[in-house]
Structure formats: structure tokens, C-alpha cells
């Protein structure tokens, strides 16, 4: 079970984001002061930090830059960075203080439980991840990057088994754009996100009897997109597929 510290100042958000870490079987503890996060982000106890840029004493980039400092396994602490200010120039400084994900605020909580899990699948590895996706008549192998549909095979792009691959992570799950722009393209190379919108439609055409009217690729308007299949769809493993 991963143990998360949370260091946010405003104590709804601070609450609400105890709550749904914790029920979502995360082990969490709170502080308020940034001085007090950075100490306990160094003891060594925790496996992220969830951190508030705008914090009473020192603010979250000093934090980060503390955490970063440090010595040992703690440097490398995973963080993520949350804050109203949504400037490029704040998220870039981030980013370069060692920051592994910034959020802006107001967030869904929804899309925050995703972020945390991709930056612990990054930190640490997932023994569970998907290798290989069935939904209709479509097969598509993800770790090999072979796609078939009622037994013919698909030409499909190394993006296309990006993006597949982040929703079969998550089956029947919304997943919003910027979780798949994170997962599937990485800050190194971060479209916008009509580059999401574009992709998912020539997904559908290549997967759906109906793109325009879509079975399992569905848009959850306001929300991001999802995978509209069980969980038994998608094969678990480590190893290669087939």
C-alpha cells in the first residue's frame, strides 16, 4: 500500500483529498506548513508527495527544491505539484525543480487519482500491466504492437498502442485528456490537446462498426474519453503477449 503525505495549507481541499486517497486505499497523512512537509518528505516514510505550491511559510517550489536537495532514495521522491496558478512559466519551474506531474486548479479528484497513479507506475513499476486488449471482434496485442479486427490484421501507429494502452489500464474508466497526453506522449513531447481528439477519431475508424456513433471508444463530454469494456477485456501480465 503506497503512503502518501499531503502538504496543503486550505483545509477543505486538504480534507478532501485525505478522503479520497485513503479510499482509495492509499495510506495518507496531512500537513499544512511547507517547512513541516519538507522535513517529514525527507524522513524516508513516504512514497509521494501531493504538494500545494501556495503554502504560509515557504511555498511549494522550495519545498520541491528541498526535497530534491536531500540525500539518499529521498531525493527521488515522486512529487506532485498543485496550484491556481496555471501559467506556463509556473508549470515549466516545476517541471525543472524535479516535479514529476502539476495540476491546476480546480481539479477533479477524479483525474487527480489517475495522476497519482501513473507517477507511482513511473516511480516504481506495476507488475499488472496490460498486455493485451479483446473488445468486438478486435484483438490487439499491446506489448508485440499487433492489432487485428475480425481476423484481418490493422496498420496501426506506435501512438495508436500509446493511447490503447492507457485506457486498458483503466477499463470502464474515464480517462481525461490530459491523463492521456501525460501517459501516452510524455512531457518531452506534449501535443495539444486537439492532438487527443484527433487520434481517438482515426482509433475509431479503425475500431468501430460505427465510429461516428462509437460502442466502446466513447467521449464523456466535460470529462476526457473512456474504454467502455469489463476489466476481463484486458490480459494482465509482465511478459509479451499471445
Not at 480534507?15 to 524522513?43: C, F, H, I, N, W
Amino acid at each position: 500500500m503506497s503512503r502518501i503525505l499531503v502538504v496543503e495549507d486550505d483545509p477543505s481541499i486538504r480534507m478532501g483529498l485525505e478522503d479520497t486517497l485513503t479510499a482509495k486505499g492509499y495510506q495518507v497523512e496531512v500537513v499544512g506548513k511547507g517547512v513541516e512537509g519538507a522535513e517529514r518528505a525527507q524522513s524516508g516514510r513516504y512514497d509521494l508527495v501531493v504538494l500545494d505550491v501556495m503554502l504560509p511559510d515557504i511555498d511549494g517550489f522550495e519545498v520541491c527544491r528541498r526535497i530534491r536537495g536531500g540525500r539518499g532514495p529521498t531525493k527521488r521522491l515522486p512529487v506532485i505539484m498543485l496550484s491556481a496558478r496555471g501559467a506556463e512559466l509556473d508549470r515549466v519551474r516545476g517541471l525543472e525543480l524535479g516535479a514529476d506531474d502539476y495540476v491546476t486548479k480546480p481539479f477533479s479528484l477524479m483525474e487527480l487519482l489517475a495522476r497519482v497513479a501513473s507517477v507511482l507506475r513511473r516511480a516504481y513499476g506495476d507488475a499488472a500491466e496490460p498486455i493485451a486488449l479483446s473488445f468486438g471482434d478486435v484483438e490487439i496485442d499491446l506489448v508485440g504492437q499487433v492489432a487485428s479486427r475480425g481476423g484481418k490484421r490493422l496498420e496501426l501507429p506506435s501512438r495508436a498502442f500509446a493511447i490503447l494502452k492507457v485506457f486498458a489500464r483503466r477499463p470502464g474508466e474515464v480517462v481525461s485528456r490530459d491523463v492521456l497526453l501525460d501517459e501516452a506522449w510524455g512531457y518531452e513531447d506534449y501535443p495539444n490537446t486537439r492532438t487527443v481528439d484527433n487520434h481517438l477519431v482515426k482509433l475509431r475508424r479503425a475500431l468501430e462498426d460505427e465510429p461516428d456513433k462509437p460502442r466502446f471508444l466513447v467521449t464523456i463530454h466535460g470529462a476526457g474519453y473512456k474504454l467502455d469494456v469489463p476489466r476481463d477485456a484486458v490480459r494482465f501480465g509482465t511478459g509479451r503477449a499471445g
